[in-house]
């Protein structure tokens, strides 16, 4: 098929049209109706409805004008109308999508504003480019007659598998420099056309996680005059960008490891959580990375981390040969080597310090309520909720906590890829939010 004719398809499937709908195993037709709302592809039965519908191993193909799709995953959208019922397929894929073969690829990604990538960096505003080992993948915003899209686009056939792990480190990165994380619907499309006149076959996901959230540094700091109460606040100062080395940088880290990979997504999740919730998990990615730039940077720590990584090798090696109450056994002793390797607050501070990052009274406080948080203490002796009032001013005191923890995080994801500059100081930026007036400025040298 034509790339811009399986484009088309995607974007303009909203007008409700009749299809034959075949299950794959049983050989059944039915009439459908098909729509596109907010959860994805949906398809419209009326009565009588077919069993295999609701069959978990039924599997079916719809017969398009221009090729077949082919849904593996839905969900019965449950109703009231006896006469008709909805299926929600969030994931489809056109006739021959191949996830094994190497193929040129694709991501296109629906957003909001064609100026997603600006102000991130300082080089290019709108077309990155980044390598993976050999692999040249390019990201740019791009319109369609009906949508704009963020592009994730690569240079050299690869698996579906290894581009996904690409585009996924790639929007976790951009997620984090820009404050919102792009996952609510994806096309793949694949290819052997470097052109891409023509394209082998299409994958659509409906995901709905994408995410609005903090942004760590920004390029136009005059954004948060409204916050901002000195007449005369030099803001061209604190305009800070991340250059393309420093992007591919971070882009590289949350590829190859698995330990960043996970605290960076995490940092982003939490603010789909309550106030109450974000200390804890806030906690856990600092710890992560913490632990990460430790195995970097501290030789004690260098040193126990490889015996335990060996300990760890040989022992899933031989795992066939040991009894499973064995191997569970030897693996958590194995997992208490550097348990007491160091105090807590210690740890912290000596990570902080191996990236030469300097630690005020405040942020040295918030370290310490780490075992509070991670042992259930997450109360102050003097706290009593005896109204609505007083658990308010409890959640108001852990917003606090996490825009502290949330600026700690990213002094070392930063620093890790080699920036030098302003970050935003939220809790400075939110003294009135807060209730708490705090004298520091509201953008943090690092």
């Known amino acids: 098929m034509k790339f811009i004719e399986g484009l088309k398809w995607l974007e303009n499937y909203k007008a409700q049209e009749y299809f034959t709908l075949l299950e794959v195993n049983s050989k059944v037709q039915t009439k459908l109706k098909i729509e596109k709302n907010s959860d994805g592809f949906v398809f419209s039965v009326n009565y009588p409805i077919s069993k295999v519908l609701y069959d978990k191993n039924s599997k079916f193909i719809i017969n398009t004008d221009n090729f077949k799709i082919e849904v593996n995953n839905y969900i019965v959208n449950l109703g009231n109308d006896l006469l008709s019922k909805k299926f929600d397929a969030y994931i489809f894929q056109s006739e021959g999508f191949d996830e094994e073969e190497l193929y040129y690829y694709k ?133 800070s960008y991340l250059d393309n080395m420093e992007i ?90 550097d348990k007491n390797l160091k105090q807590n607050n210690k740890k912290f501070e000596e990570a902080f310090k191996a990236l030469d990052i300097y630690l005020n009274i405040e942020e040295r406080k918030t370290l310490s309520k780490r075992n509070n948080f991670f042992h259930g203490k997450i109360l102050a002796l003097d706290q009593i909720i005896e109204s609505e009032e007083s658990f308010t001013n409890i959640e108001l005191d852990y917003n606090l906590l996490s825009q502290r923890l949330y600026t700690l995080i990213s002094k070392l994801i930063l620093k890790r890829i080699g920036y030098s500059g302003y970050l935003i100081n939220h809790v400075k930026l939110r003294e009135k939010q807060n209730g708490k007036f705090h004298d520091e400025d509201y953008f943090i040298k690092i």
Not at 152 to 158: A, D, G, M, Q
Not at 279 to 304: A, G, Q, R
Not at 305 to 334: A, S
């Open 248 to 337: 591919n940088n971070l882009v590289l880290l949350i590829y190859s490891n698995s330990n960043y990979f996970l605290a960076i997504r995490l940092l982003l999740e939490i603010f789909n959580n309550s106030f109450i919730n974000r200390p804890s998990t806030l906690f856990v990615v600092l710890e992560l990375l913490v632990n990460e730039v430790l195995k970097e940077n501290s030789k004690p720590f260098i040193e126990k981390q490889i015996i335990k990584d060996e300990c760890v090798r040989v022992l899933i090696k031989n795992k066939k040969v040991l009894p499973n109450d064995d191997y569970n056994l030897l693996l958590d002793g194995v997992n208490q080597i």
């Open 107 to 239: 991501l296109l990604s629906p957003i909001s504003s064609f100026f997603y990538l600006r102000n991130i960096n300082i080089d290019d505003e709108n077309n990155f480019h980044f390598h993976f080992n050999e692999d040249l993948v390019t990201v740019s915003t791009e319109r369609s007659e009906n949508q704009i899209y963020l592009v994730i686009e690569s240079k050299s056939k690869t698996s579906f598998k290894e581009f996904k792990h690409i585009t996924n480190s790639i929007l976790i990165t951009l997620g984090y420099l820009t404050g919102e994380l792009v996952k609510n619907e994806e096309y793949f499309f694949q290819s052997n056309d470097k052109d891409w006149v023509y394209c082998h076959a299409f994958f659509y996901r409906k995901l709905k996680k994408s995410v609005k959230c903090y942004m760590p540094i920004t390029s136009t700091p005059k954004q948060y005059s409204n916050f901002i109460q000195e007449k005369d606040y030099k803001y061209v100062e604190k305009i």
